[in-house]
C-alpha cells in the first residue's frame, strides 16, 4: 500500500500529463474528453488532500500552518478556474483563459507542495500513519469518482486552520501561564 504522499505525488504526475494532453488537441470533443476527468480529478484531489493530509500536517509539519494557509489558497484558485471553465463553450478562448488560469494555479500549488508540505510531512509523519492515510485518501478519491457527491466550493484558509486547530494555542502550550511563582 502506497503512503498518502506518494498517492498525492501520482495524482500530481497524472494531472502534469493530461494539462500536456490539452495542448496537443483542437477540436472541442477531444478536449472535453481529456478536461472533463482532469477538472473532476483536480477537485475531488484538493478536496481529499483537504479532508484527509492537511489536519494531520497541521499537526505534526513543522511549518505546516503557513503551508495549509498557501496550499488552502492555492485550491481555491485551481478550483475557480475549473468552475470558470464550465461556464464557457469547450475550446473557446474564454474556456482556455479559464483552463490556463487552473493548470497555472495548479502548477505553482504542486511545486509548493511537494517541496514544503510533502516533505515536511513525511519528516514527521511515521509510515504507519502515512499508509492509513493513503487507504483514507484512495476510498475517498473512489467514493466521490466524477466529483460526484462532493462539495467543491472555496474555503476560507484562516478559517480553515483554526477550525483544524480548534482552540488549541499557537505555541502549543498549555495555555495555562507561567508555572513561575510571580512576585
Known amino acids: 500500500m502506497a503512503d498518502i504522499t506518494s498517492l498525492i505525488l501520482d495524482d500530481h504526475d497524472w494531472f502534469r500529463r493530461q494539462f500536456a494532453r490539452l495542448d496537443d488537441l483542437t477540436d472541442p470533443a477531444g478536449l472535453a474528453e481529456v478536461w472533463q476527468p482532469l477538472a473532476d480529478l483536480l477537485d475531488v484531489h484538493a478536496r481529499a488532500e ?7 500536517l497541521l499537526r505534526r509539519g513543522a511549518d505546516a500552518e503557513e503551508e495549509t494557509l498557501d496550499a488552502i489558497g492555492d485550491h481555491n484558485d485551481i478550483r475557480d478556474g475549473v ?3 464550465a461556464l464557457h463553450p469547450v475550446g473557446s478562448t474564454a474556456w482556455h483563459a479559464a483552463v490556463n488560469k ?82
Not at 153 to 172: I, K
Open 83 to 85: 468552475h470558470e471553465a
Open 102 to 183: 487552473a493548470r497555472f494555479a495548479n502548477s505553482e500549488h504542486m511545486a509548493e507542495e511537494e517541496d514544503e508540505g510533502l516533505a515536511d510531512f513525511r519528516r514527521h509523519a511515521d509510515p504507519g500513519l502515512r499508509e492509513e492515510l493513503g487507504r483514507r485518501f484512495l476510498e475517498f478519491k473512489r467514493q466521490h469518482e466524477g466529483a460526484r457527491d462532493l462539495d467543491v466550493s472555496d474555503l476560507d484558509p484562516q478559517e480553515y486552520v483554526e477550525q483544524e486547530l480548534g482552540d488549541r494555542p499557537a505555541d502549543a502550550s498549555l495555555g495555562i501561564g507561567s508555572l513561575k511563582e510571580q512576585d
Open 50 to 56: 483537504e479532508e484527509i493530509f492537511y489536519p494531520h
